[in-house]
């Protein structure tokens, strides 16, 4: 990586955060690594950088830059993981050797030189975590080679550091029994291997979210990654089925030009109850639930307002998400488990949507109020004032007070030929 000499005087002249500096990037890199399957096209990779702590009040935070070419660090990428001393690096190339460094900040901005570089090879290693309706949520996990236990840490936050464990075992599966079902709640998990005192291998994170269902429709998304997007692994059971698709829950799934419909069957004493079949039940339906996609619930007989769906998975810890936007609406949900107000999204800078001077002109982003109607905001823009790049409620006098929340899905509404199509979420703080 490259320092510039101006950066490099700053940083003579302030001789105590100097030293501080030389404290810090003086320790030694230690890293775990573990594979995880993003999809069931391709195996990623994954690896936990540790570093002793700094104490100096006016520390920032730290820097890691890392790549596949030892000492090239002009080519590495570099992520700033703030004021933390543990990172979760996901979806690298399994099988592949990586080289790190740190580097420490304070608040002036003033970056130390980088520590001595660490290296190892991702490894294959998987965790999965499913919700059973008898036994609560199950987490299975690859046995690591000199473990004597594991450790398992609990948190309500999907992006938490583990400190405190659960529990102790010394196999590869924890029945969490205890698993609480409260409407938009949800618990998340991780596991560490070790052998002794030692830390041989950390897992990624996994956890489980409580959809709220009110009303018989309701518009929602799965904020997970999972190995096996099907309805039957997705959703199971946990919906009202029944022999005839009239009086059988729904799913239904925007495909672009049409919905494609999906019903459970039950109560036709074959091997067929359980399962989900496609609209004409003439065999099981394709559908695939994927974590950025919303999709429509349909209760036959609605159910209580604290009654919930529960899905499980994999957090995701990518900096961000691309989803590509189309004209018309766009069925979307948060990729990540963690709700994100709607200007924190990104979604009115990334030019992916148009405003306008009222709401009939501008793009807009709906809401489903499980109320038959939706919560609508749009894009100001050309109005020559303050009000020009914000969020506005439908009615446009007021800003919009709409949260992207986990487990909920939205419809992205584009009217405009914008030349932008992308659009980055950003990973929750």
Do not use: C
């Not at 830059?65 to 002009?74: A, P, V």
């Not at 550091?161 to 709640?185: I, K, M």
């Not at 409580?210 to 099907?230: E, H, Q, R, W, Y």
């Amino acid at each position: 990586m490259k320092y510039n000499q101006r950066k490099f005087n700053r940083m003579k002249q302030n001789r105590r955060v100097f030293s501080l500096f030389v404290q810090a990037h003086s320790t030694v890199l230690s890293f775990l690594f573990v594979l995880f399957f993003f999809t069931q096209v391709y195996a990623a990779g994954s690896l936990v950088a540790s570093w002793s702590p700094n104490a100096e009040s006016d520390l920032a935070g730290y820097k890691i830059y890392y790549g596949t070419t030892s000492g090239d660090q002009t080519n590495w990428q570099m992520v700033d993981v703030g004021d933390v001393n543990r990172h979760v690096f996901h979806d690298l190339v399994a099988g592949d050797t990586y080289y790190m460094v740190v580097t420490a900040y304070d608040w002036a901005g003033n970056e130390s030189e980088p520590s001595t570089e660490a290296t190892a090879v991702a490894t294959n290693r998987d965790v999965t975590i499913a919700y059973t309706e008898d036994n609560g949520l199950v987490i299975t996990w690859d046995a690591v080679s000199g473990a004597t236990a594991y450790e398992i840490y609990k948190s309500s936050s999907a992006y938490f550091t583990p400190t405190t464990p659960l529990t102790t075992v010394t196999g590869t599966q924890y029945t969490d029994s205890n698993f609480s079902r409260e409407a938009d709640t949800g618990s998340y998990y991780i596991i560490t291997a070790k052998a002794n005192e030692t830390e041989l291998f950390t897992f990624s994170t996994i956890g489980a979210l409580n959809i709220k269902l009110n009303g018989a429709k309701n518009l929602v998304s799965v904020p997970f990654i999972t190995s096996d997007s099907t309805l039957s692994t997705v959703l199971g059971t946990q919906l009202t089925g029944s022999s005839f698709s009239s009086q059988a829950d729904r799913v239904r799934v925007w495909n672009g030009s049409e919905y494609e419909m999906a019903w459970l069957v039950d109560g036709t004493g074959t091997d067929y109850d359980g399962k989900w079949f496609r609209k004409a039940g003439d065999m099981e339906s394709p559908i695939r639930l994927v974590p950025q996609q919303a999709f429509w619930i349909e209760l036959v007989n609605p159910v209580p307002t604290d009654s919930v769906v529960t899905v499980a998975g994999r957090v995701a810890e990518d900096a961000s998400y691309t989803y590509q936007l189309n004209s018309g609406p766009n069925f979307v949900g948060s990729y990540y488990p963690s709700d994100i107000t709607l200007a924190n999204t990104n979604l009115g800078l990334s030019g992916a949507v148009t405003g306008g001077l009222n709401g009939a002109v501008s793009d807009k982003i709906m809401h489903w109020r499980n109320v038959n109607d939706f919560d609508v905001a749009w894009l100001v823009a050309g109005s020559g004032t303050s009000w020009d790049g914000e969020w506005v409620n439908e009615r446009g006098d007021a800003l919009s007070n709409m949260t992207f929340k986990a487990g909920h899905g939205y419809i992205i509404m584009i009217k405009n030929d914008n030349t932008t199509r992308n659009w980055q979420l950003p990973k929750p703080n």
